[in-house]
């Protein structure tokens, strides 16, 4: 009958065994740790059915035959013990990316007790054999009471953090304990270890039902939780004591790597993007809810340290991804909701969190990190109605290009013109570009938007004698996205066939900040713009991170200096002498300078005595709709 039972305890740990193995393409730290277990425990219902041979005779044995057989029951019922443990940490406290010290230092009783194990038959410290009799050693009791610190700190670490996984989870670490306890309570009763070999069966059975049911609120690609798990979570925890941080992390590349990355380097960078988030931050609380967006919930009590998080985040960013074989500076927005304050709480939460994932970005750091209880709901609504009012101009046809002279140095002529959006919205009045702008980049309607600008340029160009107007060529803006736009090169081509007219009259601007993407791409990409007779300048220089020698890698024949260094120029005498070196430098290797921002005549004499080739800003006119600029320039020039 003891036998029997062990065979069949030893069996089902092996089915267990298979099937845990299969259930899961990743194998996650936690799930290769709680494998171990059930390889331990399947070898000490082995090593059950070796002692029971012996005991009957079936197997004849001595001292030494006995001794090992014992060394290993001892090393297994300690290892499972400490297996245990480690398991219940990796999967709470992600405990492997620990430092080494800190792992070593939990082991460390596990060791000596292995040690002792190993020893005993020479020290007696555990267990020895004489005349085919086993007898405890002198520092059994201490081995049993390491084993029961592991079992005891893993059982009460595992009910203490249970919340932080899906409903499930939790109610099974409460069923292992309660089965665990009546297990023990009957083992002191009766003494019959084959109740413990159940225990220790139930325990694993339960667990890994519980893990694998688990599976299916994990997120394929990332193998975290996913958004189920997630609004699970909110709906039971928030507002519990508010007693919570929580971190909402958006990969601002997100859209730029889905138009144009195939599908498996994108989930590539998503899985390395997740590995970052899960090493940093060293909870197991991190939901994946798609798009590039990834959830952290900090509990009050967790070891996590945000400035070190940040910290390291800041560092990986500084370095570019490998996405698909091109290096592309990937950006991040952090928004921090902190729950401890009482300003948000469990009724307005969701409010909070949906006004932090709409945010427009409003800066190309690495890490633009803003703090979600510091602004009100109010401008979630602000950001709904800017999107109804870009999709009622696109409809409706309310956007409008507006142009701003540019005035040559040497001929004091207006000889170039930049073509600006404008929206006036019938319900909202006018929306700053800098407002729609962001939105329409968030939402994927910029390049919408984008092709409107080109057609409506071209077309002016087409019903203008640019020429007579002593107008060179006119300029238009591409954002980030057009800019990695594959289909642009054809686009372009379609617009000139369509309005026949000559590329040299149309000036691309990218701006600074487009360098910092996909380099190699957008640099063939341009190329391959310049062979059907565009120009191209620079916008914006000196907002982002480019130097001289990143900007000659690009087919740029204009830079444009941007206001800020302008304006600075004339309150900081280092500031003004950079701008001046600036000038000269890009003249030195063929590049003209065109100088954002002028609006005064003090401004205008000075850039003109710097050798500045074009002149842009209120001092010579504002942006001004097509019918006006035409009159303005033929009384300009005039």
């Not at 893993?154 to 309660?178: Q, Y």
């Not at 984008?450 to 060529?473: A, C, P, Q, T, W």
């Not at 080739?613 to 010579?620: F, H, K, T």
């Not at 600029?629 to 033929?634: I, K, P, S, V, W």
């Amino acid at each position: 009958m003891r036998v029997g039972y062990i065979l069949l305890t030893f069996t089902i740990v092996f089915v267990c065994m298979w099937f845990f193995h299969e259930s899961t393409r990743y194998k996650a730290y936690y799930r290769t740790s709680f494998f171990s277990i059930m390889v331990m425990a399947a070898l000490l219902y082995t090593n059950r059915v070796f002692q029971f041979l012996l005991e009957k005779g079936v197997i004849q044995s001595n001292d030494v035959f006995l001794t090992l057989e014992r060394m290993i029951y001892y090393y297994l019922i300690f290892g499972i013990f400490c297996a245990y443990a480690f398991f219940i940490l990796c999967l709470f406290d992600q405990f492997q990316y620990y430092p080494k010290w800190k792992i070593l230092l939990f082991l460390l009783p596990a060791v000596i007790i292995s040690i002792m194990v190993i020893t005993s038959p020479w020290t007696h410290w555990i267990f020895y054999v004489e005349n085919g009799v086993t007898y405890k050693g002198i520092f059994y009791t201490f081995g049993v009471l390491v084993a029961m610190y592991y079992g005891i700190f893993g059982s009460l670490h595992a009910f203490r953090k249970r919340k932080l996984f899906p409903k499930v989870f939790g109610e099974c670490v409460v069923l292992v304990l309660v089965l665990t306890f009546i297990h023990y309570i009957n083992y002191v009763i009766t003494q019959d270890e084959i109740l413990l070999s159940v225990a220790l069966l139930v325990g694993i059975v339960i667990y890994m039902l519980a893990l694998t049911t688990v599976d299916f609120y994990k997120d394929t690609t990332t193998n975290l939780f996913n958004k189920e798990a997630f609004e699970q979570y909110v709906k039971k925890e928030i507002g519990k004591g508010n007693d919570k941080t929580v971190y909402l992390i958006k990969l601002k590349n997100y859209e730029y790597l889905k138009e144009n990355c195939h599908e498996i380097p994108l989930q590539s960078t998503i899985r390395e993007l997740a590995e970052c988030i899960r090493k940093y931050s060293k909870l197991p609380s991190i939901y994946y809810l798609g798009g590039g967006k990834f959830t952290v919930i900090v509990p009050k009590h967790s070891k996590f340290t945000e400035e070190e998080f940040l910290k390291r985040l800041r560092e990986r960013f500084c370095i570019p991804f490998d996405v698909n074989g091109a290096s592309i500076q990937l950006t991040l927005f952090i928004a921090i909701m902190n729950l401890q304050n009482g300003k948000i709480n469990r009724t307005n939460f969701t409010k909070y969190y949906l006004a932090c994932d709409e945010m427009k970005y409003r800066s190309n750091d690495l890490l633009e990190i803003i703090h979600g209880d510091n602004f009100g709901i109010d401008q979630l609504q602000r950001y709904h109605q800017v999107e109804e009012a870009i999709e009622r101009a696109l409809v409706e046809h309310e956007f409008k290009v507006f142009y701003q002279p540019i005035v040559s140095t040497k001929t004091k002529k207006i000889v170039s013109a930049e073509a600006l959006l404008r929206l006036n919205d019938r319900v909202l009045g006018f929306i700053s570009p800098e407002e729609f702008i962001p939105i329409s980049e968030s939402n994927g309607k910029i390049i919408e938007i984008s092709d409107y600008v080109i057609d409506s340029v071209f077309r002016f160009i087409k019903e203008n004698d640019l020429e007579k107007l002593g107008l060179d060529f006119i300029e238009v803006n591409l954002s980030m996205i057009q800019c990695m736009d594959k289909k642009l090169p054809d686009k372009l081509k379609f617009f000139l066939e369509k309005y026949e007219i000559n590329p040299k009259f149309v000036n691309l601007e990218i701006t600074e900040t487009a360098t910092n993407y996909d380099e190699e791409r957008l640099r063939q990409q341009l190329f391959d713009i310049k062979k059907l007779g565009f120009s191209f300048s620079l916008d914006d220089y000196g907002t982002g991170y480019s130097n001289l020698v990143r900007v000659l890698e690009y087919p740029v024949d204009m830079i444009k200096l941007d206001k800020s260094i302008v304006w600075s120029a004339f309150h900081v005498q280092d500031n003004y002498v950079t701008m001046k070196n600036l000038i000269s430098m890009f003249h030195d290797v063929r590049r003209k300078i065109v100088a954002e921002g002028v609006e005064s005549e003090e401004q205008m004499q000075a850039l003109n005595e710097l050798g500045c080739d074009y002149l842009q800003g209120y001092y010579y006119s504002k942006p001004i709709v097509a019918e006006d600029f035409l009159r303005f320039t033929a009384r300009f020039n005039a």
